[in-house]
């Protein structure tokens, strides 16, 4: 599990936070109960995927019918993975299947909802998580009871080592039900209570508090108005209330991040943490990095940079790649003084401090700019990619044949990649500190063993 969670964070180095997103469609019989195959878990999957991955750029990780040793050992590496990418603000778990009474349902038994899932994720077990907003989204029924309604009359009417953070606080655990209710399901589409939430996800710019209460509502609504029908194609005639519990520490927005960082605007949530000593501060993704005099204050959007700083980023912008940057501030000794760390699919550098961000920007740059120069390269007075993996499968695209790669972590924690070239076969390359150098390296060892480098 550690070297899954590993693998996504590499894919995803620039993504707003980690939703880990687990399905359990299998059915179990038990002593006391029978839970029958679900057929609408893969769709809730399928769309929650969809919704944090390509509407609010959270790198996410899928986990199908797990068993309960599998679901443990999947929030283990969550919580003891030593440091995320600086820009991922918020963990997000979701649970689609069966549940009864505070658990949920595997595929060979019973999982806690707080002792086995949250506990594990709270400040005292998972200190890299300590200062994120952690959310979970329950979609699972919590007991045997259904809600028939009553007919009424209307009427009007980033962890910081010397910041104390509370052990069990920055929390919301969000369930599709009330406890001890059914949570319903429609088998063409998934969860009523998750399909919705979804929809609001992907539309709503509103906090997470004011889309749960919207949430809330559209699903009762959807009860009331007569349209739901079991497998059987009889109306539904119960009501389905959610139910939220929350100890967040600050206003989570997702939606309005996620088109912040689109448009490189500064954020009313951006992630500014301050000690006595230090302040962080992460700005967007998307830096459009403009020249700023040295001395000029760094707004979001903006970073100021040298000769290599510049080289860098246009390098890997007109690639359709990103580089991400955060300035450390230090005042312990009564001088500001900036420290700025660079980071990039490439690798990652940071530089001593300085006392102007131009200075500790332009030393960064420098230390990254060689691995990155290694497979981008600028030609004719713009850059653009000369990728040796991509060489390699044009020279066999006649052919028709195709180059293959294995790339795996190392006990170094780098990687390394064979390609499988075909009439030269298993070709190994470098150790690389990413997936995507590992496999460059492997390419250009086959390129020079073709003759073609």
Not at 16 to 22: Q, R
Request: aromatic share 6%.
């Amino acid at each position: 599990a550690a070297e899954d969670l590993e693998l996504k964070l590499g894919e995803s180095p620039f993504s707003k936070g980690l939703a880990l997103i687990v399905g359990c469609e299998k059915g179990q019989e038990t002593e006391k109960k029978t839970f029958p195959f679900l057929h609408g878990v893969m769709k809730d999957v399928d769309l929650m995927e969809k919704t944090f991955r390509d509407t609010l750029r959270y790198c996410t990780w899928r986990v199908m019918n797990p068993t309960k040793v599998d679901l443990a050992a999947t929030l283990r590496a969550v919580a003891s993975h030593s440091e995320y990418p600086p820009s991922y603000k918020r963990f997000v778990f979701i649970f689609a299947g069966h549940g009864i009474h505070g658990q949920i349902v595997v595929t060979d038994g019973m999982v806690r909802i707080t002792d086995d899932i949250i506990v594990p994720l709270e400040a005292k077990n998972a200190s890299s998580l300590a200062t994120m907003p952690k959310l979970f989204f329950i979609d699972a029924c919590r007991g045997p009871l259904q809600d028939p309604g009553v007919i009424v009359a209307s009427r009007g009417g980033e962890v910081v080592e010397s910041i104390k953070v509370p052990e069990k606080g920055n929390m919301l655990i969000a369930y599709s039900t009330l406890l001890h209710y059914e949570a319903l399901e429609d088998t063409l589409t998934g969860g009523l209570w998750l399909k919705t939430l979804s929809s609001e996800l992907s539309t709503s710019m509103d906090s997470i508090m004011d889309i749960l209460t919207t949430v809330r509502v559209k699903v009762l609504e959807q009860c009331t108005s007569g349209t739901l029908q079991n497998s059987s194609g009889i109306k539904i005639p119960v009501l389905q209330v959610s139910q939220t519990d929350d100890t967040l520490l600050e206003k989570v927005y997702f939606l309005k991040e996620a088109k912040s960082q689109e448009e490189g605007e500064a954020m009313d949530t951006s992630d500014v943490r301050t000690t006595a000593s230090h302040t962080e501060v992460t700005p967007p993704l998307h830096c459009h990095n403009p020249v700023l005099p040295t001395g000029s204050a760094l707004r979001h959007g903006q970073s100021v940079s040298g000769p290599a700083f510049a080289q860098l980023n246009s390098i890997l912008s007109s690639n359709q790649l990103k580089l991400n940057e955060r300035y450390v501030e230090d005042t312990a000794s009564g001088v500001t003084r900036y420290k700025c760390e660079l980071y990039c699919v490439y690798g990652r550098e940071d530089s001593g401090y300085h006392p102007t961000k131009e200075g500790s920007a332009e030393e960064a740059a420098q230390k990254l700019l060689p691995s990155v120069t290694r497979s981008l390269t600028p030609r004719g007075g713009a850059s653009e990619q000369v990728s040796a993996v991509k060489r390699l499968q044009e020279h066999f695209k006649k052919e028709q044949k195709e180059v293959k790669y294995d790339t795996r972590r190392t006990p170094t924690k780098k990687y390394l990649s064979h390609a499988f070239v075909p009439g030269v076969g298993r070709v190994e390359g470098k150790e690389e500190k990413s997936e995507e150098r590992a496999k460059e390296s492997a390419a250009s060892e086959a390129l020079k063993r073709l003759k073609l480098a």
